[in-house]
Nanobody, 121 residues
Framework: QVQLGESGGGSVQAGGSLRLSCAAS????????MGWFRQAPGKEREFVGT????????TYAESVEGRFTISRDSAKNAGYLQMSNLKPEDTAVYYC??????????????WGQGTQVTVSS
């Protein structure tokens, strides 16, 4: 399995932006998709978005559509989550994952360790 590592989390004020990175190591990223999920305290892990690694197609959760953008750089073996117009309800630990192009947690088989994003009002 590929190893994944997120970076770029931090604290921002509402309306601000952050860019998360997900670096793949151990082998060339060849899974069908890289997904992004988040988990707030006391809540289940939820789908944020996913990118088809070969085509670049993306799908987003309704709650982030128009504010978040997922991209990938195959040459760098990395994916990115650009977050804009952040809201306090975006506060969570964000994870990247490798798996199928789907919205379900169970369809992803490799996960990063997560990075904290905190948005203050």
């Amino acid at each position: 399995q590929v190893q994944l590592g997120e970076s770029g989390g931090g604290s921002v004020q509402a309306g601000g932006s952050l860019r998360l990175s997900c670096a793949a190591s151990g082998r060339t990223f060849s899974d069908p998709a890289m997904g992004w999920f988040r988990q707030a305290p006391g809540k289940e892990r939820e789908f944020v978005g996913t990118i088809n690694w070969s085509t670049g197609w993306t799908t987003y959760a309704e709650s982030v559509e128009g504010r978040f953008t997922i991209s990938r750089d195959s040459a760098k073996n990395a994916g990115y989550l650009q977050m804009s117009n952040l809201k306090p309800e975006d506060t969570a630990v964000y994870y990247c994952a490798a798996g199928t192009y789907a919205v379900y947690v169970q369809t992803y088989n490799s996960w990063g360790q997560g990075t904290q994003v905190t948005v203050s009002s």
